[in-house]
């Protein structure tokens, strides 16, 4: 059976922890979008890990990981991150690269940075790991396909010196930086092919023939819905689809054999970036849900930056979960809202003196001021428990008031950061 991880929000949901947990009934574990650019932080056995571009399942010796042909393939970083985990005493994992997957440049790293720059105070809040230039390239025909990497010579050579000719007009013309040497990029290129190519697969045939066997497969997304670029907050979004729809797309497999899409939801909102966040909340109750939150408070795991707050947002999760087809919802950092009396939900958006339930596009969501229900807080601390009956009353409104505005069923319940702090919910 495959199955789809993947989030309702902003990303940040906690897609880590539940890939990661999932992945012990697992036998392959897929990243099927985005770079590393995003992170998902993993507390288990072996330690607290931020991981960016090695699926959240690679802690089992009994799963393949695997890197699927929509990935931004960064080749040094992903293999520092085996490097790091295998130092901290975890089994070197069984990986797999498709041979379709396209290879994230060190230019791609620097054009971001130029862009980010050039752009000043209208900048996008980029990571600056070259995401968008990449996929730009991609889709323009110009970025170089893993199998392209053992091609014969003098056709590496030759479209390596197409593209730098192009990178280079941009370079001097208007970002006036230093300029491109083809041979060092062809150089690049092989150093590149020496350490991929004990791990190079046709990805989709192995997939094709795992799921003929009646494997349990895993596609592991990174951000979440609103971060989609035809979904999601345009143009503040991330450059590839974050959606369970691309999972197959991004994995080389039918999308009817998505059987199940496990929408990761925050039990509050959080985001990273630039970009629309109506529920978000300011100044000390900022600081204090940021502080509490998360495992360590709510920093981007890839930038250290500090996490934009607000309170749970029905409108923008339930379209979130609609967007990605959720089957089933697991509610995550619950046991975080513990201190408060009373907890804010944003029901609804007023929008020019109007009242909607549904989420806009952006520029009407940047007009939308939130429509807040409050509930009783629970006031007290729910990390331990193993049963839903046992959470507080409270809490158990709580969640049962935000099933209600998503309209998906809660069937997992996150009250701790650590693999097992999870409450299964019929």
Same mark, same amino acid.
């Given at each position: 059976?495959?199955?789809?991880?993947?989030?309702?929000?902003?990303?940040?949901?906690?897609?880590?922890?539940?890939?990661?947990?999932?992945?012990?009934?697992?036998?392959?574990?897929?990243?099927?979008? &985005? &770079?590393?650019?995003?992170?998902?932080?993993?507390?288990n056995?072996?330690?607290?890990?931020?991981?960016?571009?090695?699926?959240s399942?690679?802690?089992?010796?009994?799963?393949?990981?695997?890197?699927?042909?929509g990935?931004?393939?960064?080749?040094?970083?992903?293999?520092?991150?085996?490097?790091?985990?295998?130092?901290?005493?975890?089994p070197?994992?069984?990986?797999?690269?498709?041979?379709?997957?396209?290879?994230?440049?060190?230019?791609?790293?620097?054009?971001?940075?130029?862009?980010?720059?050039?752009?000043?105070?209208?900048s996008?809040?980029?990571?600056?790991?070259?995401?968008?230039?990449?996929?730009?390239?991609?889709?323009?025909?110009?970025?170089?396909?893993?199998?392209?990497?053992?091609?014969?010579?003098?056709?590496?050579?030759?479209?390596?010196?197409?593209?730098?000719?192009?990178?280079?007009?941009?370079?001097?013309?208007?970002?006036?930086?230093?300029?491109?040497?083809?041979?060092?990029?062809?150089? #690049?290129?092989?150093?590149?092919?020496?350490?991929?190519?004990?791990?190079?697969?046709?990805?989709?045939?192995?997939?094709?023939?795992?799921?003929?066997?009646?494997?349990?497969?895993?596609?592991?997304?990174?951000?979440?819905?609103?971060?989609?670029?035809?979904?999601?907050?345009?143009?503040?979004?991330?450059?590839?689809?974050t959606?369970?729809?691309?999972?197959?797309?991004?994995?080389?497999?039918?999308?009817?054999?998505?059987k199940?899409? #496990?929408?990761?939801?925050?039990?509050?909102?959080?985001?990273?970036?630039?970009?629309?966040?109506?529920?978000?909340?300011?100044?000390?109750?900022?600081?204090?849900?940021?502080?509490?939150?998360g495992?360590?408070?709510?920093?981007?795991?890839? #930038?250290?930056?500090?996490?934009?707050?607000?309170?749970?947002?029905?409108?923008? /999760?339930?379209?979130g979960?609609?967007?990605?087809?959720?089957?089933?919802?697991?509610? /995550?950092?619950?046991?975080?809202?513990?201190?408060?009396?009373e907890?804010?939900?944003?029901?609804?958006?007023?929008?020019?003196?109007?009242?909607?339930?549904?989420?806009?596009? /952006?520029?009407?969501?940047?007009?939308a001021?939130?429509?807040?229900?409050?509930?009783?807080?629970?006031?007290?601390?729910?990390? &331990?428990?193993?049963?839903?009956?046992?959470?507080?009353?409270?809490?158990?409104?709580?969640?049962?008031?935000?099933?209600?505005?998503?309209?998906?069923?809660? /069937?997992?319940?996150?009250?701790?950061?650590?693999?097992?702090?999870?409450?299964?919910?019929?």
């Amino acid at each position: 059976m495959v199955r789809a991880i993947v989030g309702a929000n902003w990303g940040d949901e906690g897609k880590g922890k539940i890939t990661d947990m999932l992945g012990q009934e697992s036998d392959i574990i897929v990243r099927f979008q &985005g &770079g590393s650019n995003a992170g998902h932080t993993i507390i288990n056995d072996y330690g607290k890990f931020a991981l960016h571009l090695l699926p959240s399942g690679v802690f089992y010796g009994h799963t393949t990981s695997v890197i699927g042909n929509g990935v931004a393939l960064n080749i040094p970083y992903l293999f520092n991150e085996i490097n790091e985990i295998v130092s901290r005493g975890v089994p070197k994992p069984k990986i797999l690269v498709s041979d379709r997957a396209q290879i994230l440049m060190p230019y791609h790293i620097a054009f971001d940075a130029y862009e980010e720059e050039r752009l000043g105070g209208k900048s996008f809040g980029s990571t600056k790991s070259g995401i968008a230039p990449f996929y730009s390239d991609k889709y323009a025909k110009i970025g170089f396909q893993v199998s392209e990497l053992f091609a014969p010579e003098e056709v590496l050579k030759e479209k390596v010196e197409r593209v730098v000719a192009m990178k280079n007009v941009l370079l001097e013309h208007l970002y006036h930086k230093p300029l491109l040497d083809p041979e060092e990029v062809y150089r #690049t290129l092989l150093e590149y092919k020496d350490m991929v190519e004990p791990y190079v697969c046709d990805v989709s045939l192995f997939l094709h023939n795992a799921i003929k066997e009646g494997k349990n497969i895993l596609l592991e997304g990174q951000l979440g819905s609103l971060k989609d670029p035809d979904h999601g907050i345009y143009p503040m979004v991330t450059s590839s689809s974050t959606l369970a729809a691309y999972g197959a797309i991004g994995a080389g497999i039918p999308p009817y054999e998505i059987k199940n899409i #496990t929408t990761v939801v925050k039990a509050y909102s959080s985001a990273v970036g630039a970009g629309a966040f109506v529920s978000e909340i300011f100044g000390e109750e900022a600081d204090e849900l940021r502080k509490r939150g998360g495992d360590a408070g709510e920093f981007g795991a890839t #930038t250290g930056r500090p996490r934009r707050m607000g309170w749970f947002d029905a409108v923008a /999760t339930r379209y979130g979960c609609r967007i990605q087809g959720a089957t089933e919802v697991a509610l /995550t950092v619950l046991d975080v809202l513990g201190y408060l009396d009373e907890i804010p939900i944003c029901v609804g958006y007023e929008i020019n003196g109007e009242v909607t339930k549904d989420f806009p596009t /952006t520029a009407k969501l940047e007009m939308a001021k939130p429509v807040l229900k409050k509930l009783p807080g629970w006031k007290c601390d729910i990390r &331990g428990i193993k049963n839903y009956a046992d959470l507080p009353k409270e809490c158990r409104d709580y969640i049962d008031t935000i099933e209600a505005e998503i309209g998906v069923p809660i /069937t997992m319940v996150s009250n701790g950061p650590g693999r097992d702090e999870i409450i299964k919910r019929k």
